[in-house]
């Protein structure tokens, strides 16, 4: 299995105003974006040219929107990226930057 592209643990998924997992985690590897729980059960997956994401407006700089299939998930990243070396999810700005990469699209 190659190295994910981008891999954030620690991350809250919801799904309206539902609380899916507190320490979720959110993958992109082989042009899939992966949702998982905490035990790294699948929430959600999708191929990475299938899946928006987006900032919402009036939110915090650790907020996150992706839609997959038809599903539209919450997900508080960090509000900014860990030091190097340091545990932590890094920031919203950089999830949103790896699925337009991923998904071959400029951002």
Same mark, same amino acid.
């Given at each position: 299995? /190659?190295?994910?592209? $981008?891999?954030?643990? !620690? ?6 105003? +539902? &609380? *899916?997992? %507190? @320490?979720?985690?959110?993958? #992109?590897? =082989?042009?899939?974006?992966? *949702?998982?729980?905490?035990? !790294?059960?699948? #929430?959600? &997956? ?5 899946? %928006?994401?987006?900032?919402?407006? $009036?939110?915090?700089? =650790? +907020?996150?929107? /992706? =839609? ?6 919450? *997900?508080? *990243?960090?509000?900014? =990226?860990? @030091? ?8 919203? %700005?950089? $999830? #949103?930057? /790896?699925?337009?990469? /991923?998904?071959?699209?400029? !951002?």
């Amino acid at each position: 299995m /190659a190295e994910p592209e $981008f891999r954030a643990t !620690g991350v809250r998924i919801g799904k309206r105003l +539902r &609380s *899916l997992t %507190r @320490a979720g985690q959110v993958r #992109i590897s =082989d042009g899939r974006l992966q *949702l998982l729980t905490s035990y !790294g059960s699948e #929430i959600d &997956s999708a191929p990475v040219q299938a899946v %928006r994401a987006s900032k919402p407006w $009036f939110a915090a700089d =650790d +907020r996150a929107l /992706a =839609d997959l299939n038809g599903n539209r998930y919450s *997900l508080t *990243l960090g509000d900014h =990226d860990p @030091a190097p070396g340091e545990p932590g999810p890094p920031a919203a %700005r950089r $999830f #949103i930057e /790896a699925v337009r990469k /991923a998904a071959g699209r400029k !951002g």
